[in-house]
Every structure is written in structure tokens, then in C-alpha cells.
């Protein structure tokens, strides 16, 4: 479904003078290899800084086509471009779900809301219709499709701006940071809705870059890490979190069970390799004819 191909990207600057130049300005991409199998939920992580919201630009064609800046190499949705495919078309293939509730939404009810994007697409009405009852259903905000967006949680605008995009039903999802800037309740309700996304009929594919490791230790099928502009890392949770001092060095989140089966494995010996609560509640149990403490 995705293929990025040697991708390299920086973003242009401006001198004194008002003039764009880049030829300084350090790669925000270099050199990005990356497949995405159709279906394929992948976990981005890293530090701030390191190329995830630019990746995330790149695979509709935001960038270069928005942004401009110099770019190398390519990337592939299905059998389109994204440096040749219009960003309107890219829309319909891929779409785009960003940190801040507000900026998803246009400040109008949220059945208007989710009906925008299909509305610019001249889709039917009548399957217009069809489709934002199926995307407001998917992410649990049927009931609320009568209500002004402005009035909506920080969790339920988050749910609406995924409806909305589910509405033009793109192939791909990305996800830059969903919840970061939600309370827990906001968290919960989303993770449940990618969950969700996960169990439907539509295969859909999912990129989500996420800073809490533990929601990609337990939605992800792969995680790729990020550090300056270079995939340094790309595995499986159980794989990538199960050794995570390499991660931790590099100012990555793991999950906090992972960061105490690798402070048990050096001061005990152990080999412990858990990402998820009740993993490690399982590895930890004493044995049977074992008692506590020993």
C-alpha cells in the first residue's frame, strides 16, 4: 500500500534579503525506506525533532507540494505519486488526522463536519448521507451529530476529525499524535476508536505517530523509530520494546513495564521481555509451590 523509496527532505529558509534558500538547511528526511502492507498498522515514534510530523507531510504530498523545500526520492501510495498527484486527489487515498483537535475541525455541526470533505468531492448526496452515518458510527458519535463542534470534549472533536476523514474513505489513515493533546478520558476514547478501526471489514491501513509507547505497544503491528531523519529502528513491539535500553538511550519512550523488565534483567540476571501490563503480571506471578517473596 505505501512505498517510500530513499527519501530525503528539507525545508527551505529564508535570508535577510527575503530570498528562499536551502542548500543549509539540514535534512528533516534522509533517506526513508519504508513498505506498509495493505491493513498494516504502523507506530511512529522519536524525539521532537526528528522527521515524524515531515513523514507524515510526505505521504499525501503536503510535502513538497505545500511546503515547498528540496525533496529526493519518492513515495508511492498504491500506484500514485505524491510529488506528482495533486493533494486534492492524494485526499481521497490518504488522509490526515493532526495533534490539535481544533485545527481538524471547520466549526460547524458535526454531521456538516464529517459531510465537508465527500461535499468538495462531489460525491452524491444520497451516499454522502450513507457515509457519515457509517464514519459518526465507527467512532461512537452518532448521537451527536446534531451538535455544534465548538461545544464537543477534546476527545470527541478528536473522534469527529477522524470521522470526517474517514468519510472520504481514503485507503490510509495517518494519525500525527492524536492524543497528545487530550486529558485521559480524550486518550481512552480514541485508542478505543484505532481499536476499533482495527476489527472493521475495510482494510483500512493506519500510520500513528504516538509518544506513549504503551498505546503503540498495544495497537501496532510494526514500530518504527525516528531519530534525525533516519529510520534507526523498525520491529514488531514485542521485538523493539522487549530490549529497550537502545531506545532509552536515544531519549525514546518505552513502556514503563518494558523500563522495569530491563531494570530487573540487569540487577537480577533475568531475561524478562514484556510491553504490556498483564504480561508482565503473568512473568511475575510466583510459581506454583513458589511462595511470595522468594
Known amino acids: 500500500m505505501i512505498r517510500v523509496e530513499n527519501l530525503h527532505f528539507r525545508y527551505p529558509a529564508f535570508d535577510p534579503s527575503g530570498d528562499e534558500t536551502d542548500e543549509n538547511q539540514p535534512w528533516a528526511l534522509n533517506g526513508i525506506d519504508l513498505h506498509v502492507a495493505e491493513g498494516e498498522l504502523l507506530g511512529v515514534c522519536g524525539t521532537t525533532g526528528s522527521g515524524k510530523s515531515t513523514l507524515c507531510m510526505a505521504l499525501n504530498g503536503l510535502v513538497p507540494q505545500q511546503t515547498s523545500g528540496t525533496i529526493r526520492g519518492d513515495v508511492w501510495i498504491g500506484e500514485l505519486n505524491t510529488k506528482r498527484t495533486p493533494v486534492a486527489r492524494m485526499a481521497t487515498r490518504v488522509g490526515i488526522v493532526f495533534q490539535d483537535p481544533e485545527a481538524n475541525l471547520l466549526g460547524l ?146 513502556p514503563a513495564v518494558s523500563e522495569i523488565a530491563a531494570g530487573l534483567n540487569r540487577r537480577l540476571g533475568t531475561r524478562f521481555a514484556f510491553t504490556e501490563l498483564r504480561g508482565a503480571a503473568r512473568a511475575l506471578a510466583p510459581s506454583e509451590g513458589v511462595a511470595p517473596g522468594e
Do not use: C
Open 109 to 254: 455541526t458535526v454531521e456538516d463536519e464529517v459531510a465537508f470533505g465527500p461535499e468538495n468531492l462531489a460525491v452524491d448526496p444520497r451516499e454522502i448521507g450513507e457515509r457519515v452515518a457509517w464514519a459518526l458510527d465507527v467512532v461512537g458519535m452518532s448521537e451527536h451529530r446534531d451538535r455544534p463542534a465548538p461545544q464537543l470534549s477534546g476527545g470527541q472533536k478528536q473522534r469527529v476529525g477522524i470521522a470526517a476523514v474517514l468519510a472520504m474513505m481514503p485507503r490510509v489513515i495517518v494519525l500525527d499524535e492524536p492524543t497528545a493533546e487530550l486529558d485521559p478520558i480524550g486518550r481512552r476514547e480514541i485508542t478505543a476508536v484505532i481499536a476499533g478501526l482495527r476489527q472493521r471489514e475495510q482494510r483500512i491501513t493506519v500510520i500513528m505517530v504516538e509518544s506513549d509507547a504503551s498505546v503503540l505497544a498495544r495497537l501496532a503491528d510494526r514500530v518504527a523509530v525516528l531519530d534525525e531523519g533516519r529510520i534507526v529502528a523498525l520491529d514488531t513491539p514485542g521485538a523493539l520494546y522487549g530490549s529497550p535500553l537502545a531506545l532509552m538511550e536515544r531519549g525514546v519512550a518505552v
